[in-house]
């Protein structure tokens, strides 16, 4: 995976942090048996992952791979098991 820059995108990074912040939050109100904080997490964790899609409907996230560039990815795909 390291060669193919999953998730290092601004929308990612945003996503996944604001997801942490809320399992955080949801962590600390399950342990204080708090059952409106645990749902506040939950909600914030949503959000989290609408604010990512949202990012990378705006242009933030990985661009879409061209057919070309999908085929090319098979190709070298295959060479490589071949050999």
């Given at each position: ?6 998730g ?10 604001i ?11 399950m342990?204080?048996a ?6 506040a ?6 959000i989290?992952?609408?604010?990512g899609?949202?990012?990378k ?20 795909g ?6």
């Open positions: 995976m390291a060669g193919s820059s999953h290092h995108t601004p929308a990612a990074w945003t996503g996944v942090i997801s942490f912040i809320g399992f955080c939050i949801a962590g600390v109100f342990v204080a708090n059952p409106l904080g645990f749902w997490g939950l909600a914030v964790i949503f989290g992952g609408l604010v899609l949202a990012m409907a705006a242009g933030l996230g990985m661009p879409k791979e061209s057919a070309e560039m999908a085929a090319a990815r098979a190709r070298a295959q060479a490589q098991v071949s050999s």
